[in-house]
């Protein structure tokens, strides 16, 4: 292997463990989501909060340009459940 083949190497070993924290906080970040929801529908409340998912797209937006809001809808889609608002076909992956 020459030095470029171990630097890349390298590089996706760091992608991987970015990879895995990424995955772990998305979990992590379901876990809250799905306890907030349990309270309101417990409380007689809705689970979907769209002012809340708007706030939480443009902070996707303003951290990482236009393209954060693909980032953010996928989290929220993960998040919100199989109870969450309808959705398009074009959102299925």
Do not use: F, H
């Given at each position: 292997?020459?030095?470029a083949e ?88």
């Amino acid at each position: 292997m020459n030095g470029a083949e171990e630097t890349v190497e390298r590089l996706r070993a760091g992608i991987d463990e970015v990879d895995a924290n990424l995955q772990r906080l998305a979990a992590r970040r379901r876990d809250l989501s799905n306890q907030i929801q349990s309270l309101r529908l417990g409380g007689g409340g809705v689970r979907y909060d769209a002012d809340r998912e708007e706030q939480v797209v443009a902070s996707y937006v303003a951290a990482l340009g236009p393209e954060g809001a693909d980032l953010a809808e996928a989290v929220l889609r993960l998040c919100r459940g199989p109870a969450g608002p309808p959705r398009t076909s074009g959102e299925y992956g």
